[in-house]
C-alpha cells in the first residue's frame, strides 16, 4: 500500500471566492466540488506572499494499493516501449494494441497477488509457459523466475545464454578439430533467436571451398545464422555450425537439414563467383555511368572520377603513387555491378579486391580496392593500404561536399545518407600518426570541390557549403576525441589555434593538452588566458604596436620583455612551444597582481591592451588556451 498523506489544496484568493456579505461566489463552490471537498473544509490562508488570503483545504488521501497503480500504468507503458518494427493482429476489436510480437499470454504478479490488467486482448493471469517444444505450462515462481522458466528449458538471462552458446561452439569446434571464426555480431543475433540454445555441427560441399572464405562466412552468417570455422593451417573448414532452439533426440537431422540449405545458398555464390570475372573490372567501370550515385550528383561514375583527380592531384600530401592511386580509384566501385555483390552487399570492396587480382591488376591495386571502405564506424581498424586510405579520404570529402550542396544536412534525430559516419570515418582517416596525411581539413574540402568543376557534372559548391561541412566534420571530431585519448576541452582548445593544422598533428597537440590543463601551470595558465580573452573582447579592435616609453610598471615591463625573448626564440616543435609559454606564467601573473590595465589614461591604457593582444596572439600559435 501506498502512504496515507496529506494534501494541501489552494484556491482563488478571497475577493473571488467569497463576496461582499462573505458568502461564497459559485467560483468559490465549484472549486470545492471540482476538489471532491465542501466550502466548510476551505479556510482563508496566506500563501507566504502577503499579497491576499486564500482557500485553502488540508485533503486526506488514502494510500491506493501498489496492484491497483500497476494495473493502471501498466498497458500504457507496454504501449511507449520503443522497437523497430510492431506488429498489429486484427482478429478482434480488443487486439488493436501494437508490439513486437503477438502476444500469447501476460504474467502480472505483486508477490501472491495477481495485477489484474488487459493488453492487446490478453488479460492478465499467475499461469507462464516454457519452452513450445519441451516445456509445459504452470504457475511461475516470482522470487525465482529464472529457476522455474529453467525448469521449463529456457534460459532466461540473456548473459548467461550468450555465454552458453559461446562455450558450446568453442567445445563443438574443438570435437571436430577447427578454430572457431568468431563473429560477436552474429552471436548477440542468434543469442537473440533461441531460448535454448544447442550447438549442431555439420558440413557443407568440400568443392565450395575454392569461394573466397569471406564469401562463405556472409553466406552462412546472413542466410542461415550459422558459424564457419578455420583449419589448424588457418584455411577455410566445411564445417560449420549451427545454434539449434531444441534439444533434438536426432542432432544428425537437423545437420543435414542445415547443409541442404547452406549447399543450396553457396551454390549460388559459386555460380556468381564464376559468371562475374569474365567481364572486367575496367569494362565493368563504364557501367557505373548508369549507376545513379543520387539524385542531382549524378552517377557513380561521375564519383570514381572526382575521386580519382582528387588521389592523382594529391598524391604527394596523401603519400601514395600517384598511378596506382588513380587506377585504384577508377576501379573501386565496379564491383557494384557483379552479381556476387549485388546478392550480398556486404561484399563490396572484398570482392572488388579479389577481382581486381584475377583481372591481373597489380597488388597494391588490388588491396587499396578491397580496403577503401575502412573504418565504417568510430572503432573500427583503419585500412593498411595507403592508397585505400587516400580513397576513403577522397570518397567521403566528396560525399559530404555534394549532400550539404543539396541541402541534405542531418537533424538532431535524421541522418539518412550516414553523413555523421562518413564525417566520424573522414577524421579518424585523418588522424592516423602513423599514415599522416599533410594536409589540413579545410584543404581537403577545397580539393574535393575542385572536382566537381572539372568532370561531367559540373558544380560549384559554395563558400557557405564549405564552411558548414567543416563545422559539421569538426563538430563529430569534437564528439569523438575520446577515441584518441584526449579531452574533449584539449582538442577544442587546439582547433582555436590561429595556424590551421593536418587534423593528425592536432590530435598530438590536443594529447599534450590533455594532462597540461589539469596541471598547477595548466591551470594557471587557462584562467590567465580567459581572463585576457575577456578584457580584449571587451576592448574591441586593439593596435599589437607597443610603445616602450609607454611600459612605466615594473611587472608590465617584465612580461614585455618576457614576450619579446619567447617570440624570438618560438620553437616549432609543440613540445617546445608549450614550454616555452608555460615559462610565461609567472611573469603574466605578476602583471595582473601588479598592474590595471583598464586605466584612465587612454594611452597607457590602449598600450597594455596591445600588449595582451601580441600575448595573446602568441599563445593562439599553439592553441586558445582559454577553452581548457
Known sequence: MQEDREETIWGPPEKVAFDEKGNPTRAAEGFAKKSGLSINDFELADKGDGKALYMKAVKLVKGRNIADIIAEAMPDILRKLPSPKQMQWQDGENRADAYIRPIRWIVACLGADLIPFSFAGVESGKISQGHRIHGSSGEIDVNDPFKWLESQFVTADRDVRKALIASQLQEAAAAKGVDLIEDDALLDEVTDLVEWPKAIAARFDEGFLRLPIEVIRIELKHHQRCFTAKTATGECSNIFFAIANIESKDPEAVARGNERVVNARLADAAFYFDRDPKKSLEARAESLNEVVFQEGLGMVGDQIRRMRGFVLDNATHLGVDANEAQRAAYLCKSDLTTGLVGEFPELQGYMGGIYAEMDGETAGVAKAIAEHYAPAGADDALPESAIARAIGIAERADKLLGYFHLGRIPTATTDPFGLRRAAITLVRLLSDEKNPVNMTLPQILEEAGKQWGQQRVTITTSEETHEAAFNFIRGRHLGIAKTFGISRSALDAVMGAKVRLPIYRGV?????????????????????????????????????????????????????????????????????????????????????????????????????????????????????????
Do not use: H, Y
Open 508 to 628: 598530438i597537440i590536443a594529447r599534450l593538452f590533455t594532462g597540461f590543463a589539469d596541471s598547477e601551470t595548466g591551470e594557471a595558465v587557462t584562467a590567465a588566458n580567459k581572463r585576457i580573452a575577456n578584457i580584449l573582447k571587451k576592448a574591441g579592435d586593439v593596435s599589437t604596436e607597443i610603445d616602450e616609453s609607454l611600459l612605466v610598471e615594473g611587472a608590465e615591463k617584465a612580461l614585455f620583455k618576457a614576450l619579446n625573448s619567447a617570440e624570438a626564440s618560438f620553437p616549432e616543435e609543440p613540445e617546445e612551444q608549450l614550454s616555452v609559454l608555460a615559462d610565461l606564467r609567472e611573469p603574466i601573473d605578476t602583471f595582473f597582481d601588479d598592474v590595471m590595465v583598464m586605466i584612465e589614461d587612454e594611452a597607457v591604457r590602449n598600450n597594455r591592451l596591445a600588449l595582451l593582444t601580441r600575448l595573446r596572439g602568441l599563445f593562439l600559435q599553439l592553441a586558445d588556451f582559454s577553452r581548457l
